[in-house]
T-cell receptor, first 112, second 113 residues
Framework: DQQVKQNSPSLSVQEGRISILNCDYTNSMFDYFLWYKKYPAEGPTFLIS?????DKNEDGRFTVFLNKSAKHLSLHIVPSQPGDSAVYFC???????????FGAGTRLFVKA | KAGVTQTPRYLIKTRGQQVTLSCSPISGHRSVSWYQQTPGQGLQFLFEYFSETQRNKGNFPGRFSGRQFSNSRSEMNVSTLELGDSALYLCASRGQSTNEKLFFGSGTQLSVL
């Protein structure tokens, strides 16, 4: 039962353009959402998060949008850079975050 | 502050054997979670320990077990290995505050032949 779904296995974007990564969830109890980035041979690293009481959170080039009614969130990267090429995981948790559920990941390619 | 340390980095085992993986969390972190990463499946939650107690468990068979010691270090054990257990096993630690983010180690790549 995949409670967090990332339906696009990969995404290719030109350098300087916007990258939009999408994530859907099914569990209405989730109240905290996170994005992690993973390079090969390394563990995932935290990128940005959003609480369910907000609909947008911004950190530099990264913005996460949350649409609770649609159970959908997205990560926008503007402008995209070649160093952003990595696998991006969407994650969600409920009730304090003691169990964080991850999606399958989306591999982003940013072409120079 | 040192990050999350996982040992060994690589392991090759044969079917039927058992394996133990080790994780040292960030100093001061008392919560340790384990995840299995396989291509196309993302990170599958195995279990989470806090102060030596298993607080949450994912949907994995009983062959997968873990424990946490008083110094917060954690071990994960897989018995009677199967080919499908080949994966990257990631350990993550976090602090005590609500919704604190996870800090991951580099993982142990397990290959079962």
């Amino acid at each position: 039962d995949q409670q967090v779904k990332q339906n696009s296995p990969s995404l290719s974007v030109q350098e300087g353009r916007i990258s939009i990564l999408n994530c859907d969830y099914t569990n209405s109890m989730f109240d905290y959402f996170l994005w992690y980035k993973k390079y090969p041979a390394e563990g995932p690293t935290f990128l940005i998060s959003i609480s369910s009481i907000k609909d947008k959170n911004e950190d530099g080039r990264f913005t996460v949008f949350l649409n609770k009614s649609a159970k959908h969130l997205s990560l926008h990267i503007v402008p995209s850079q070649p160093g952003d090429s990595a696998v991006y995981f969407c994650a969600a948790s409920a009730n304090g975050g003691f169990k964080t559920i991850f999606g399958a990941g989306t591999r982003l390619f940013v072409k120079a | 502050k040192a990050g999350v340390t996982q040992t060994p980095r690589y392991l090759i085992k044969t079917r039927g054997q058992q394996v133990t993986l080790s994780c040292s969390p960030i100093s001061g972190h008392r919560s340790v979670s384990w995840y299995q990463q396989t291509p196309g499946q993302g990170l599958q939650f195995l279990f989470e320990y806090f102060s030596e107690t298993q607080r949450n468990k994912g949907n994995f068979p009983g062959r997968f077990s873990g424990r946490q010691f008083s110094n917060s270090r954690s071990e994960m054990n897989v018995s009677t290995l199967e080919l499908g257990d080949s994966a990257l096993y990631l350990c993550a630690s976090r602090g005590q505050s609500t919704n604190e983010k996870l800090f991951f180690g580099s993982g142990t790549q397990l290959s079962v032949l």
